[in-house]
Structure formats: C-alpha cells, structure tokens
C-alpha cells in the first residue's frame, strides 16, 4: 500500500478508508504484506490523531467501525471456507480477491 496507491486504482478514488478495510481483513487472515504493515504502522499515529483513538492500526479501525471483538476470527474462518471451496473447483482465490469480497459484502 505505497502512499499513492488511491492513484492507482480507481477502487479506492476517493474511499481511503476501503483500503484500510482491505488490509484490516488481510491482516486478519495473516496475509498482509510487510511492506503495507510497514505502512500501516507509520500511518498509526496520524489515524490515532485523526479519530482520537490509541492502539495499534488495526485496534483504531476496529475501534471506528465499532466491530465486534471476534471479527479477526470470523474473517479467519470465512477464508478458509471460501478457500477450500475455490480449491475444490479448481479455482484460485488471492488474498486480496477475497478482502475485496469481504468489505463489499461486509462493511460497505
């Protein structure tokens, strides 16, 4: 998630908070990048600031969207499902595929 990566795709004109959604879900599911953890984590004063929140990044998100404690394990256990189901029809499902498909489903 390079700090300009709204520019690159038009999914996240103007929503800057779906990508941090996106990365809310990945981190859930043990797949975020490092190079995004690394963002994330020097963006986590600002988003402390911003939303007058403390913890780390993904506590201040779930701490704005008001989600329930168990949400990381719930994700955790949609990807399994859904994984398992694209690899019983020979199909692939990426990480992000399947974040974006959360937060669509989810929490848009």
């Not at 103007?14 to 797949?31: H, N, T």
């Not at 984590?41 to 007058?52: D, I």
């Not at 694209?86 to 489903?105: R, Y």
């Amino acid at each position: 998630m390079s700090a300009d990566w709204s520019k690159n795709n038009p999914r996240y004109a103007g929503k800057p908070l779906l990508r941090l959604l996106e990365c809310y879900a990945l981190w859930s599911i043990g797949e975020l990048r490092p190079e995004d953890r690394e963002t994330l984590e020097s963006m986590t004063p600002m988003l402390q600031h911003t939303y007058g929140k403390t913890g780390a990044w993904h506590e201040v998100i779930a701490s704005v969207m008001e989600f329930p404690q168990n949400l990381p394990a719930s994700i955790k256990g949609l990807w399994e499902k859904n994984t398992a189901i694209a690899q019983k029809a020979q199909a692939s499902l990426s990480p992000q595929q399947f974040a974006e498909m959360f937060v669509d489903q989810n929490l848009v």
